[in-house]
């Protein structure tokens, strides 16, 4: 027999945490190769910061959505 699968309550504060953490650090290597980029147009590095400066902005804007989701269940 199998025993019955309650869900778990999801931890709004640590998903934010981790993206948040996750997206500020993206976005500051997505800078970082973004000057090496523009320095070497020919070269791969620039869509490589575009596409780090994206996954930072969502991840900054799942923060913001767990932070809600946060706020809403503490306040219920």
């Not at 523009?38 to 996954?55: K, N």
Request: charged content about 15%.
């Amino acid at each position: 027999m199998q025993p019955a699968e309650t869900p778990s309550p999801r931890n709004w504060r640590l998903s934010g945490i981790i993206a948040r953490s996750v997206g500020i650090v993206a976005i500051a290597l997505g800078f970082v190769i973004g000057m090496y980029g523009l320095d070497h147009p020919e070269s791969r590095w620039l869509q490589t910061a575009l596409g780090l400066l994206m996954t930072g902005m969502i991840a900054q804007g799942y923060a913001l959505y767990c932070s809600i989701k946060r706020m809403r269940e503490l306040s219920s």
